[in-house]
């Protein structure tokens, strides 16, 4: 089996509603994605033989993805009183709110999806939250 | 001339008032800072013999700095409006205020006369703010 | 599959008894731990909600484990002299000894034990004797 | 399941003929290829007791198969004209024939079949032609 | 005394004429290269106001100059037969010419004189060969 | 101004007597040195022409002072008791005698004096202890 693995990374905020902690503030981290897909066979084509995926496709894919969430404020929604909402707004401030609590576990499995969905035979996402704690999702 | 370097991090949120571009948004890093002490001779005392500092006093002081802006969202004077200062109180989340834009070369600066009024011979401070992204200050 | 994996290390010395090269003499390492958990689903409790395990805890127990073995010399049961022992006495040395050989694969293995024990479910153990140099434990 | 990984690099040039982009020229990379072999048991013997295998053995054998390919241009048979394999030879350039287009996905099985001729129970191989892009190649 | 340090790299194949050794073959690096500005006092003005330069402006900056030399083969002027260029064009491969022997040392300075030349005070240019071997070059 | 710098690592054991703290027990570290030397103009002779000094040479010479303390005991003259020299020996461990208590600021020191000799005109010499702890000498 052939393996195919990259990375890409954004900067943002987030808080954990409801944790007992100092990660229920607002504070941020650089949040480091790898993406690691897999196949039986390299492919045969003049421009991508003996290529799983072309690297640039498969980073460019990432890259957009992660770009979504990059420089903003990733909350979950229901997280935040209309009021604090409202004041994002005046500020005009960007916000992206997702339906999952922003740990890196469930953006491990977000990733997971977003690549699946564009036709990639993902094998396992990773993301590290801090250059040391490390979230991670297969499937099968 | 002998230097002594070490690092410590933080993983907060901050933006830019007035900025034309992403980073006008809260958003966050994993700032990275590294402290440089100097001096012309080593000490010569039972305990730091052979030493300039010891490593592990000169982290905790480092550490204690980097704490006091760890898991939060940083944010200079002026720069939120009332009514989301009060949004904030209203979520409980904690927030650091600063005289400062909270740019990397005011970190740097920041962190240079933190460890300076400490009585440290502070030669350099470095902070990343990201991997590849770094502000430093010196002085003399 | 959800994964989470953290990482500790140790400064400490040992040797190989019965080599026949340069590791059999006393030297050190800093070994890098990192420690891989697994689960099918997250939590859904109010603290960890969309954890796996919080990794504030994991890391504290895999800390915990590193620290026992940190700066001090790790011999095996039987490879020093008792006039050696007794030597490390009279310098008042702190020696950590253990049932096995101290390699990189028997460290991997011994960490998953201990982390085992704790009730997690372990799914791989990294042992880095050098930044090159890796073991690693997987069961079943 | 026991592991052991280490790694080593080549700075080489290539290019991938046949390719619409900037690949197709000749340009180079610090390859660095990590070879990861398994092994139900450890060794009882005395040299290697506790051990898969030596990593002092494992990594010579790496390191000969990356000198190999180390500061020279790879290229695949049939990719240049005979006009400028003559121009390499009167310039007196070491060029390295390999019958695979030499991708990072080709390196990986390429180092995975040579490791495993000399009787290695390799589990993984990966080839890193940037520090973020990654091939893997693993067997059954 | 304010410093600012970003870093762009570049993938390439280079030789060098008349070395005696491996180096005279063609082969390729990752070449990084980090470029370190200076300056008295930060900006006042909206847009830049606590920074010296706005980080993105100056990675820009490095990477058009990283660019040129990216995926390509680097020749100094008169290292190659005339059969050779030819060759290489009927090959269709870019090559860049540049006017000194491509070592690390005048890379540093190359990179040094064009962040000159755009209006920027420079203090350093860093260029790593290798992850280990690296070149500088300063002014003053 | 030129500069090129390299590193070499050690992987020794080491402790530091009449320290009240963990660091007075036998332990260990990976011991990286770089090594950073200078020039005002670049070679013009054939093998070395544009560089400081090549490579190859500086590295090799770094490392041979670091192969002279790995795997190892450093030990500063007067630290360990009779006994316990007697009992090394009769270990058959070899131990390295230093004259200096080994700290990483007289380890900076010590590298720095040996790559003088040797007539470099050395600019600075960095010794990490551990990832983030790194003492560094320089003169002028």
New interface residues.
């Given amino acids: ?7 890409a990374s954004f ?6 509603e ?13 949040w480091r994605v790898t993406a690691q897909i897999r196949g039986e066979k ?1 492919n045969e084509g ?2 991508t ?4 995926v072309d ?2 496709d498969l ?1 460019e894919i990432l890259e957009i993805f992660c770009r979504e969430l ?4 990733i909350y979950e929604t229901g997280s ?2 209309p ?2 909402l ?3 707004r ?6 992206c709110e997702v339906d ?7 953006f ?2 977000y990733f997971y999806q977003k690549l699946k969905e564009e036709g990639l035979d993902v094998h396992r996402v ?1 993301v590290y ?11 099968d």
């Fill in positions: 089996m052939f393996y195919l693995k990259t990375e900067d943002a905020a987030h808080f954990l409801g944790y007992d902690g100092k990660c229920r503030n607002i504070h941020g981290h650089r390299l003049r421009q033989r003996g290529m799983l690297f640039g980073r990059d420089h903003c404020l935040l009183k009021a604090t409202q004041a994002f005046e500020e005009n401030f960007r916000v999952f609590r922003p740990t890196a576990e469930n491990a499995f990773e939250e801090t250059p040391n704690n490390c979230a991670a999702y297969e499937e």
